[in-house]
């Protein structure tokens, strides 16, 4: 610690060091009144120094508390921040997971329907297979005549927009090389399956042993085959298909998807169902005449 530092600014002991100042004498009156004066002057000096440092210590000390609760608004800002940030994430992602799970939802759906119109086309592929009247009784049909074209035209209408909604050319050539296939059973069945009177249905059944019509069978060719009645047969078919096909499309027209949604029909499954044809065909001998659409068979 510095002389200066240890040095005594009370009265008494400015009093005492004036006095050993001189001599150790006694102080006059005047000269301790003139002590006192600097002792006061000193003292108000120091005061006033104290109230400054004191009101600038308040003050720092307020603008640090300012600075303080500034920080922590910033510091709530910023968290709100946040909290609102991650709300608008929460939601976008359980947005986008419940579109998702729609999304999943109506492509088993999908799957499903696909699924459910190609069993019943296959299921009447199988019975021509096996056996391919001249003149069908609808009776023997493993679903109604109806509900097979209206599959016919549905697997049809799918396979079309499956086309378009790819740039896969192989896949493309599968879908062009299948349909020709499915317009073939669209006429056979609408020419040449229909409902029998049971006063036709032995002569039906004897029919079916033949590959051409007998003179005796053209009274019933005349009876049952008819192009206009299987053309407006096939025609409403068609109709009901696009009617539905269009309705269920437009379910929501704002995805971004909307009227190429059927992405489910990959080029293996085309693969697939265009060699399950196939094969029925070549068993059966059958071919198509793509021309005129008309069955041939093997002599």
């Known amino acids: 610690m510095s002389k200066k530092s240890e040095e005594d600014w009370t009265l008494s002991g400015k ?6 100042a001189k001599g150790g004498r006694e102080l006059t009156a005047a000269e301790i009144e003139n002590v006192k004066a600097q002792h006061d002057e000193i ?11 004191a009101k600038a210590e308040a003050k720092r ?5 300012e600075e303080i609760k500034a920080e922590i608004e910033k510091v709530k800002a910023q968290h709100d921040e946040i909290v609102a940030a991650q709300k608008t994430l929460d939601d976008y992602l359980a947005k986008a997971e419940a579109e998702k799970r729609e999304q999943e939802i109506e ?20 019975l021509l297979a096996a056996h391919a009247p001249l003149i069908g009784d609808c009776s023997m049909l493993p679903y109604p005549k109806k509900t097979i074209l209206y599959a016919i035209e549905w697997v049809m209408a799918h396979y079309a927009t499956m086309r378009e909604a790819t740039i896969n050319g192989t896949l493309r050539e599968k879908y062009d090389e299948i349909m020709p296939t499915l317009s073939y059973l669209l006429t056979v069945l609408a020419r040449d399956w229909h409902e029998i009177d049971p006063d036709d249905k032995d002569a039906i059944a004897e029919l079916g042993r033949f590959d051409s019509f007998p003179d005796w069978a053209l009274p019933l060719k005349l009876k049952y085959i008819n192009d206009e009645k299987a053309s407006h047969e096939a025609f409403d078919a068609t109709f009901k298909v696009l009617k539905d096909r269009v309705g269920a499309m437009r379910v929501n027209p704002s995805d971004p998807d909307f009227g190429s949604r059927n992405k489910l029909f990959t080029k293996a499954r085309a693969d697939a169902a265009r060699a399950r044809l196939k094969e029925i065909w070549s068993r059966s001998n059958v071919g198509i005449d793509t021309a005129a659409g008309r069955k041939k068979t093997s002599k």
């Open 15 to 20: 009093l005492a060091k004036t006095r050993a």
């Open 43 to 53: 003292a108000t000096a120091q005061k006033a120094l104290d109230d400054y440092l």
């Open 107 to 126: 492509e088993i759906k999908e799957k499903a329907e696909v699924e459910c119109y190609q069993n019943i086309v296959f299921a009447f592929s199988d």
């Open 61 to 65: 000390r307020e603008q640090e508390i």
